[in-house]
């Protein structure tokens, strides 16, 4: 669950984007995934999520809302939760 205490507000005008996003018309199993599924499932899963995200058109306020709310699960604006986590903490791989 994201950190409540950072959720923008009830005002529309804070979530009206999330009518325009492409993941409206697909639901939320292609972002989430079941406890019990597997590496290779979650992998594939996140890879079709991804793409759909690379097409979607308010893909940067998706990221940036997931960031910003400190969002711990799901694909959001074409990045995992590891994904996000890691650029929040300036993690590089490799290095």
């Known amino acids: 669950m994201p950190n409540l205490s950072l959720l923008p507000g009830p005002a529309h005008r804070h979530w009206a984007w ?4 492409l993941c409206q018309e ?11 599924e597997g ?11 991804k793409r759909l995200c690379s097409a979607c058109p308010v893909r940067e306020l ?4 997931a960031l910003r709310t400190r969002e711990p ?11 996000r986590r890691n650029l929040r903490t300036g993690y590089r791989p490799g290095g």
């Open 26 to 36: 697909v639901g939320s199993e292609q972002f989430y995934g079941p406890w019990h």
């Open 73 to 83: 699960y799901g694909v959001w604006g074409g990045l995992t939760a590891r994904e």
């Open 18 to 21: 999330q009518a325009d996003a």
């Open 39 to 49: 590496r290779k499932e979650r992998e594939q899963r996140d890879a079709q999520a």
């Open 62 to 65: 998706c990221l940036r809302h």
